[in-house]
């Protein structure tokens, strides 16, 4: 006998007569001889009803008063939903998060799961009932009823069912799969059956997501295949397990981030402590800074361009200001009017000229590129907001997502139950015994000292440019790596990019060429380069993560001088003579989290 755990969002339970249907899709799988827990949101827009409530009678109600509050949507929910599979002559408990003993840190409204017990749930499903759970809440070690942030219903959900040994989690939601991209925003977008832990991170923090990000770090650390379809049918979805759908495939999804702020610090001192004292007091509030490029522009001074929300500009603007002025620095051109455009795809780690059609395809449809991020499976560009939605059907186009790969796997579900393999409850419960579950993990700090940086300070500002740099040393066979682009002004870019230390002369050569023609400042460079990565799960959810790197960096006096984050990664370039002393350094920071 399985075990399965379905669970259904908002939308999803909005009435009464969604919620018997919902009950009716639980009680067929317990037919089929599964074992079934069920994990519901709040019904329709109850919570953004509760909130609205909140900021009436409080303009700054206290997170754990929000929690309490908060919590009570979904405990209407997992009681209606048992009355309901009742009324169907089945036999439903419901269960809040405390009472199923979902353990979570203290910090409300944005909760991380600890450990979860199963005593209970177990013993009422092996008394054969259907088990309601409530989403997204949970109880700290105070007994405070705690929330695990908006949309955290699919997170409770995956980790019960990594915590039962669940063979499938079911998400039921109003879409029917997993996109391309966001069909609401380009209708050409398609359905596709099979997506991987790694791209659907990726793309579930761009936003073009159907999930909570923290789910599919669940799903991938505990190996769990997660299963996204519609509550309205009964079609199949999308499968996200660890295989992409179709190995040879360079991109897989894009995404497009469409309120965003980019802020641009001038002449940042080249000194350890620069990133550390930026960043440390932004994520202190818990503002996600994304795409954050440095780039070494005139000597011992460099330019950082990072993107935050666009909610959050004003408030990062104010915490920054005084750390600008500490460290000597300046705040250049920042814009909120910008959208961030990103493709992903497990493929193109190992697939050359990605990036260049990507910028190509985006010159010509006259969209000038002002920042640019490449890691190992995405690389982002931040356009004019004006722009976003053309540059975003650019991409959809130029990498054929509407049309299904050749090489896609016909049958994904049957391939999964095919080879899946269920532990017992006891191994489960061995393998999880001890564990902080949203803890998180770090596969590896790895040095990579082969590579050169190359460095063109103001590029003009214009479509094209980009594609022009990367074709022309495509050409003759160079082989980039990291990309990174961070905003100088209005007309201007700082552009670098690492090649591989062989191909440093050419690679030089081109670039010098370019300048020439395009009348560029002089080029910049620096032969010997180390590229340090951190890879692990759940490295941009936890945004201490990153500043513990900087923070031990700056502690070893190691300047950084590139870098880039992703999900599943942070790569992060300093002199090459420091190389090995970085590398000690972090792997000394992450000697608890090494997994
Ligand atoms: N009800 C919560 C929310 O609206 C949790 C969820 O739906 O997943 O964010
Ligand atoms: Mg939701």
New binding site residues.
């Given amino acids: 006998m399985a075990l399965i755990v379905q669970k259904f969002?908002?939308t999803s339970v909005a009435d009464s007569e969604k919620i018997l249907s919902a009950a009716r899709k639980a009680i067929r799988a317990h037919q089929n001889g599964d074992q079934v827990v069920v994990v519901v949101?709040?019904m329709g827009k109850?919570?953004?009803h509760l909130i609205a409530l909140a900021h009436e009678v409080n303009e700054h109600p206290s997170a754990r008063e929000m929690d309490m509050l908060?919590a009570t949507?979904?405990q209407v929910s997992v009681a209606l939903m048992a009355m309901a599979i009742a009324s169907l002559g089945y036999k439903a408990v419901s269960l809040t998060g405390a009472q199923i003993g979902i353990h979570t840190d203290s910090s409300h409204t944005k909760a991380r799961i600890r450990s979860i017990s199963t005593e209970r749930v177990r013993k009422l499903l092996d008394e054969g009932n259907i088990v309601i759970a409530a989403?997204?809440q949970g109880i700290d070690e105070n007994y405070d009823i705690t929330t695990l942030g908006?949309?955290?219903?699919?997170t409770t959900a995956v980790a019960l069912a990594a915590v039962l040994g669940a063979e499938t989690c079911e998400i039921y939601t109003d879409v029917d799969g997993v996109y391309t991209t966001d069909p609401r925003v380009l209708p050409e977008a398609r359905l596709t059956r099979q997506v991987s832990y790694d791209e659907m991170l990726e793309l579930a923090s761009l936003g073009a997501s159907v999930m909570?990000n923290r789910s599919i770090e669940f799903g991938k650390k505990f190996n769990v295949p997660i299963h996204v379809r519609s509550s309205f049918s009964d079609r199949l979805g999308s499968l996200i397990v660890a295989e992409p759908e179709a190995p040879d495939q360079a991109v897989s999804g894009a995404a497009l981030t469409k309120n965003e702020a980019r802020i641009s610090l001038l002449d940042v001192p080249d000194v350890p402590q620069a990133c550390f004292q930026i960043f440390a007091p932004v994520a202190a509030e818990k503002i996600t800074v994304d795409m954050i490029v440095q780039n070494p522009a005139t000597d011992g001074l460099s330019n950082l361009s990072f993107t935050v929300p666009r909610d959050e500009y004003e408030q990062t603007l104010a915490i920054i200001r005084p750390r600008i002025e500490e460290l000597g620095a300046r705040l250049g051109d920042c814009s909120d009017s910008v959208s961030k455009v990103s493709v992903v795809g497990l493929g193109m780690a190992h697939q050359v000229g990605v990036a260049k059609r990507m910028f190509r395809c985006l010159a010509n449809a006259g969209i000038d590129i002002q920042m640019i991020t490449t890691s190992e499976i995405k690389i982002s560009v931040l356009v004019d907001r004006s722009q976003a939605l053309q540059a975003l059907r650019s991409v959809h186009e130029e990498f054929s997502l509407d049309k299904r790969p050749e090489t896609a796997i016909t049958n994904p579900f049957e391939h999964l139950k095919a080879n899946r393999q269920v532990s017992s409850p006891a191994e489960v419960i061995s393998r999880l015994r001890g564990i902080d579950m949203e803890a998180i993990t770090i596969h590896g700090v790895t040095l990579d000292d082969t590579q050169s940086r190359l460095t063109l300070p103001r590029l003009p500002n214009r479509a094209g440019v980009a594609a022009k740099v990367f074709e022309s040393l495509a050409e003759q066979g160079v082989f980039v790596d990291m990309i990174l682009q961070s905003w100088f002004n209005a007309d201007s870019s700082d552009l670098s990019f690492t090649v591989p230390r062989s191909q440093y002369p050419l690679a030089r050569e081109i670039a010098e060429k370019l300048a020439d023609e395009l009348g560029l400042l002089a080029i910049k460079g620096k032969e010997l380069i180390a590229k340090l990565a951190v890879s692990g799960i759940g490295l941009r959810s936890h945004t201490g993560m990153a500043i513990g790197m900087f923070e031990a960096l700056m502690q070893a006096q190691i300047p950084i001088e590139m870098l880039n984050t992703s999900e599943v990664r942070v790569n992060l370039i300093v002199d090459g003579s420091l190389g090995r002393a970085a590398l000690n350094c972090l792997q000394q920071r992450f000697r608890s989290e090494l997994s």
């Fill in positions: 969002g908002g949101s709040a109850n919570t953004d908060l949507g979904e989403g997204f908006r949309g955290g219903s699919d909570h």
